[in-house]
């Protein structure tokens, strides 16, 4: 029986599913079973042959050295070498033992290259699956509430355009019908319907250029000129609105200002940052344009005395989703104002920004390119002068 079960251990250990490799003291191997002959592809080896080289190392795997047979236990993730120079990642078993007083040591050891490949590549695609799948929720939420804000926005944008509408036909009928005492009244429903005309007329074209600018289909006509008589000019045509809202513009506009812009486009700009700043002003309160440049662009600021902006909402200035969603916080129209802004200064290769203090006002700046910064394509003579901005 003993005979027998001295058989068996040797044919277990020949034919083990593991590596077994044993070393004497000295380091040099005097058995190696049939799984680690061809694991390590040798027959004989000194015990240091299994020490990776330095450049064999990679991050977050130990290598084997000697000194692993001196801590008997079970270790995960080792990195072996072949005396070919070949690696190969294991799963190893250290144990010393001693056999007919010669100290031994047993190093027992299995492959697991192949597993841990698949492992970090199973890994991965289960990142790249989850990353996915969070992309995608966050789509589904912005859809959602893209949603909410677009039929809010339709809701809100019908209320803003039948409110003037209304007053149009009610000033029109009345006018056809002869209902008027004097010629001073008649003079005051004509105004009335040009007033709340002229307010459906930017209704219209603030809504035309959001859906322009979100397609991309906005046209510009670049032309090099002097910014100053177009500020001048934009600047006077506010100074009814001014005077209403006991606001003084004082502009300082004594500087060449030669740069690149689409005309009616800073027209367009420049009247949603001044239209902000009387309506939100103080009374009493004041409006400065001053003009700074330098060997590349040209910078306009407005620096109004108004209420100023939190802190906490300057992210939602220029976010047209922000503002679709908060239009009804508006006085008057879509509340597009100055993300369009954004967009056309932009595409004409300029920026704006701004700066606030609560209690103290705000501080726009426009900046427009001295040089040509964007396609050839776009600096170009418009074809006509006239015509709305949402043409």
């Not at 995960?76 to 007083?101: C, E, H, K, N, Y």
């Not at 006509?221 to 006991?246: C, K, W």
Request: net charge negative; charged share 25%; with cysteine.
């Amino acid at each position: 029986m003993k005979k027998l079960l001295g058989h068996l251990s040797e044919v277990l250990a020949s034919e083990a599913m593991f590596g077994i490799a044993v070393f004497e003291a000295d380091g040099t191997s005097i058995y190696l079973n049939k799984m680690a002959v061809q694991l390590l592809a040798c027959e004989q080896l000194k015990l240091h042959q299994l020490t990776p080289h330095a450049e064999d190392s990679r991050a977050q795997i130990l290598a084997f050295s000697p000194e692993f047979l001196r801590h008997d236990g079970l270790y995960q993730d080792i990195m072996l070498r072949r005396p070919d120079g070949q690696t190969f990642i294991a799963i190893v078993g250290i144990r010393s033992v001693t056999v007919d007083a010669t100290p031994l040591s047993i190093l027992m050891f299995q492959d697991v290259t192949l597993q841990k490949k698949l492992q970090r590549e199973i890994t991965a695609k289960q990142a790249e699956i989850k990353a996915a799948y969070e992309e995608l929720l966050k789509q589904n939420r912005q859809l959602k509430e893209l949603d909410v804000a677009k039929n809010r926005f339709i809701a809100i944008t019908t209320h803003e355009l039948r409110t003037p509408l209304s007053a149009m036909i009610a000033s029109a009928e009345i006018l056809k019908l002869g209902l008027y005492d004097n010629p001073t009244q008649m003079h005051e429903f004509i105004s009335i319907i040009h007033e709340q005309g002229q307010q459906m007329s930017d209704l219209v074209n603030d809504i035309l250029d959001f859906a322009k600018i979100q397609a991309g289909k906005m046209d510009f006509y670049i032309e090099e000129q002097d910014l100053v008589p177009h500020l001048q000019t934009t600047l006077r045509n506010f100074n009814d609105m001014a005077q209403g809202n006991s606001v003084t513009i004082e502009a300082d506009l004594g500087v060449d200002a030669v740069c690149y812009f689409d005309e009616l486009r800073m027209k367009q700009i420049v009247s949603n940052i001044v239209n902000n700043a009387i309506k939100y002003n103080r009374p009493g309160g004041s409006l400065t344009v001053t003009i700074e440049e330098d060997l590349k662009l040209v910078r306009v600021l407005f620096q109004d005395t108004g209420k100023g902006i939190p802190s906490d909402q300057f992210d939602k200035v220029f976010n047209e989703f922000e503002t679709i969603g908060n239009v009804a916080l508006h006085h008057k129209g879509t509340g597009l104002g100055m993300p369009i802004s954004r967009k056309l200064l932009e595409g004409m290769g300029g920026k704006i920004g701004f700066t606030s203090e609560l209690g103290v006002g705000t501080r726009f700046w426009v900046e427009i390119p001295k040089d040509k910064v964007l396609a050839d394509e776009v600096y170009r003579p418009r074809p006509e002068k006239s015509g709305d901005l949402a043409a």
